[in-house]
Nanobody, 126 residues
Framework: QLQLVESGGGLVQPGGSLRLSCAAS????????IGWFRQAPGKEREGVAC????????NYADSVKGRFTISRDNAKSTVYLQMNSLKPEDTAIYYC???????????????????WGQGTQVTVSS
């Protein structure tokens, strides 16, 4: 079973940047579309960005367009989420996820993903 591990979270001031990483243990991520999701306290989990396994097509939530960039390095079997111009409302636990069939047309719906990491905390505060 695919196991995903996120890293790179932390505390950052508003306007700052962080880069999150998603890696897999035992398996390569090359086969999978990968999505990033986040969940803030008291809120439902929401899709942030996704990237396809083949041509690198990307999809973003409106709330992060122009600020976040998802990318992948298949040689390192890692997917990144570069987050710039961070706002307090970006504070959440961030998760990466993958579909069991490998691809899901890069949709930002958590029901289309089967494997989930444990999450990494991002806190944006002065």
């Amino acid at each position: 079973q695919l196991q995903l591990v996120e890293s790179g979270g932390g505390l950052v001031q508003p306007g700052g940047s962080l880069r999150l990483s998603c890696a897999a243990s035992k398996f390569t991520l090359d086969y999978y579309d990968i999505g990033w999701f986040r969940q803030a306290p008291g809120k439902e989990r929401e899709g942030v960005a996704c990237i396809t396994r083949s041509n690198g097509f990307t999809n973003y939530a409106d709330s992060v367009k122009g600020r976040f960039t998802i990318s992948r390095d298949n040689a390192k079997s890692t997917v990144y989420l570069q987050m710039n111009s961070l706002k307090p409302e970006d504070t959440a636990i961030y998760y990466c996820a993958a579909p069991v069939l490998g691809q899901n047309m890069c949709v930002l719906s958590e029901t289309r993903y089967d494997y989930w990491g444990q999450g990494t905390q991002v806190t944006v505060s002065s």
